[in-house]
């Protein structure tokens, strides 16, 4: 358990309920935290609890905690059966042909979800220029009700994704294998928290690019890291953004004075 953990498990009085209940020790994490608990420290208590390192712990054992930590993190959480392929995370560095995959995929998505009231933008770290990033096409459709899947789930579709996985106002695309994982679609409600939150992150990193840069190397420690475990991989970017969000929110609000 790394001393992060350690010394929040402490000042909480969690430390011996996480030896003896891990999944109860995380669960009372999280509401002491919120999300900042995380499926990392999931993994550690588990690892700690058993006298392992999270290293030794199994696939099975990652896949059983990720099913006990992800409903929590995102209400309504359900992910469709998908055909499995390795996929390990691979970090690169920035290539100025993401925006104009970015754009044919826009276009495919505004002619497949023609007559729907939509907003398209890229999101994600090949949104931002000059950053290191997975090369995977992130893409937001905000939509007027993202449970009426009927009105874009065939259309977005259309552009060589599937669904993935669905969440309380939010549903996840991407390539079935054995296509490549290059792009990912993100469906969610117009003027939602999720919309805002990604495109003021996006345009807080394209502002600062010290920030984006250490982004960026955080991001390649981490592939290497969580190579084979993408949730994960996700999961240990956590504080930074959240960090980062905080700082976002105030340059947001000063430039609005």
Same mark, same amino acid.
Request: hydrophobic fraction near 40%.
């Given at each position: 358990m790394n001393e992060r953990l350690a010394t929040t498990l402490r000042?909480?009085?969690?430390i011996g309920l996480a030896a003896e209940h891990p999944t109860s020790a995380w669960l009372a994490l999280y509401?002491?935290?919120g999300e900042r608990a995380t499926l990392i420290d999931r993994y550690e208590i588990e690892a700690a609890a058993r006298g392992l390192s999270v290293t030794e712990l199994s696939s099975a054992d990652r896949t059983r905690l990720r099913s006990e930590v992800l409903p929590v993190l995102f209400p309504g959480w359900q992910e469709a059966k998908m055909p499995t392929q390795p996929d390990p995370i691979v970090v690169v560095d920035y290539d100025p042909?993401?925006?104009?995959?970015?754009?044919e $995929? +826009?276009?495919?998505l505004q002619k497949a979800l023609a007559g729907l009231a939509t907003v398209v933008e890229h999101v994600g770290s090949t949104a931002v220029? &000059?950053?290191?990033a997975k090369p995977v096409i992130d893409v937001m459709v905000a939509v007027p009700d993202s449970d009426d899947e009927s009105a874009y789930v065939s259309g977005v579709e259309q552009c060589g994704v599937? $669904?993935?996985? +669905?969440?309380? &106002?939010?549903? *996840?695309?991407?390539?079935?294998p054995p296509q490549p994982r290059d792009k990912q679609i993100h469906v969610v409600d117009i003027g939602s928290d999720?919309? !805002?939150?990604? =495109? $003021?992150? !996006?345009? *807080?990193?394209?502002a600062h690019p010290d920030v984006a840069a250490d982004y960026g190397e955080l991001k390649r420690q981490l592939a290497l890291t969580y190579r084979d475990d !993408? =949730?994960?991989y996700n999961a240990a970017k956590t504080h930074f953004i959240l960090d980062a969000m905080e700082d976002a929110v105030r340059w947001s609000e000063h430039r609005r004075r």
């Open positions: 000042r909480l009085g969690l509401e002491a935290i042909q993401w925006p104009r995959q970015f754009a $995929l +826009k276009r495919c220029p &000059g950053m290191a599937a $669904l993935r996985s +669905k969440d309380d &106002g939010h549903r *996840y695309f991407r390539p079935s999720w919309q !805002r939150r990604h =495109l $003021l992150f !996006r345009d *807080y990193l394209r !993408r =949730l994960a």
